[in-house]
């Protein structure tokens, strides 16, 4: 039985990535994050809290890292039911950093 949408406030955001190394070799990365909801103004949608970390966090995360390294997809699922399918949006950018 899916939760109420007040009883949603644990989720996880996953940033996948791919880093190109010398020699053509590349590399996965996931790096997963924590979220707890502290605001039941408006109900949970995957979407906006996407659109959110985003708009906070996209800029400082592609200035932080090497111009060899592609933000690949951006997921979030809440932890707290697991029955909630994940919700996936690509994001298809590289790092600002100049150099490896």
């Keep these: 039985m899916p939760l109420a ?3 949603k ?13 010398l020699g053509g070799v590349s590399q996965s990365t996931v790096t997963p994050l924590h979220y707890l909801r502290t605001s039941f103004a408006a109900n949970y949608s995957a979407a906006a809290l996407i659109t959110a970390f985003h708009a906070l966090c996209k800029t400082p995360w592609k200035d ?9 997809t951006t997921e979030v699922r809440c932890i707290d039911s697991p029955m909630e399918q994940k919700s996936t949006i690509p994001v298809a950018e590289a790092g600002a950093v100049a150099g490896t």
């Design 5 to 7: 949408d007040g009883d």
């Design 9 to 21: 406030s644990h989720f996880e955001i996953i940033v996948k990535g791919t880093t190109a190394a």
């Design 64 to 72: 932080a890292v090497s111009l060899s390294w592609l933000w690949d």
